[in-house]
């Protein structure tokens, strides 16, 4: 079974620069989460998407911060404008429902606004 | 805030050792999960731990949980250096999952 898949793997943008994000579930799962985990913290939830609605998007940014899952599979995560605190992981996991279930986890793309 | 939070930050032991971590939580929950992260395989489940439930095994790995005192522990026994990684417990009722700030576990060979 392929796990979860991120691109890019680094990024690196100067503040005020704009980046995008892109994930790809494992197959089947309905549930897409995206999460920002700073060093020495543990992942904070940005958004979770079920099928192609969102269902909680809380503490996402929407200022500067904006996802999208199209038909229900791949998802893209945007930045625009980034700020220096925006440096951090940013990690996509999927499951088959919702919390209830494991959470699988892709590689994650390390940003770093300078 | 539901967040669990991990004890101790950082545990340093010999390889061959048994390594015990904790998890504490504030409010009610449907379900608690371990999870581990270095920097070779990302962040990956281990076990999933009901509210029903007491006690779960898988391999080296022993979870406990008492929903009365709002904990739940994680055994790793007969550690080895690949254990080396951080460790997050994260709880969920009805809601997305929230992650504790981990423990950094190292197994010394």
């Known amino acids: 079974e392929a796990g979860v898949a991120q691109s890019p793997r680094y990024k690196i943008i100067e503040k005020r620069q704009s980046v995008a994000f892109w994930c790809n579930p494992i197959?089947?799962?309905?549930?897409l989460y995206w999460y920002q985990q700073i060093l020495g913290q543990g992942p904070k939830l940005l958004i979770q998407f079920q099928n192609n609605g969102v269902v909680d998007d809380s503490q996402l940014p929407k200022d500067r911060f904006s996802a999208e899952r199209l038909k229900g599979v791949d998802s893209t995560l945007k930045i625009q404008p980034a700020k220096l605190e925006d440096s951090a992981v940013y990690l996509c996991?999927?499951?088959?429902?919702?919390?209830?279930?494991?959470?699988?986890f892709g590689p994650g793309t390390r940003l770093t606004v300078t | 805030s539901q967040q669990g939070e991990e004890d101790p930050q950082a545990l340093s032991i010999q390889e061959g050792e048994n390594a015990t971590m904790n998890c504490s939580y504030k409010t009610s929950i449907n379900n608690l999960q371990w999870y581990r992260q270095n920097s070779g395989r990302g962040l990956v489940h281990l076990i999933l731990?009901?509210?029903?439930?007491r006690e779960k095994h898988s391999g080296r790995l022993r979870v406990t949980l008492d929903t009365s005192k709002k904990s739940s522990s994680l055994l790793i026994t007969a550690s080895r250096a690949a254990d080396t990684a951080s460790y997050f417990c994260?709880?969920?009722?009805?809601?997305?999952?929230?992650f504790g700030k981990g423990t950094r576990l190292s197994v010394i060979a």
């Open positions: 996991a999927s499951s088959l429902a919702s919390y209830s279930f494991e959470q699988y």
């Open positions: 731990i009901r509210s029903n439930e």
């Open positions: 197959s089947g799962h309905a549930t």
């Open positions: 994260a709880t969920a009722e009805n809601t997305p999952l929230v």
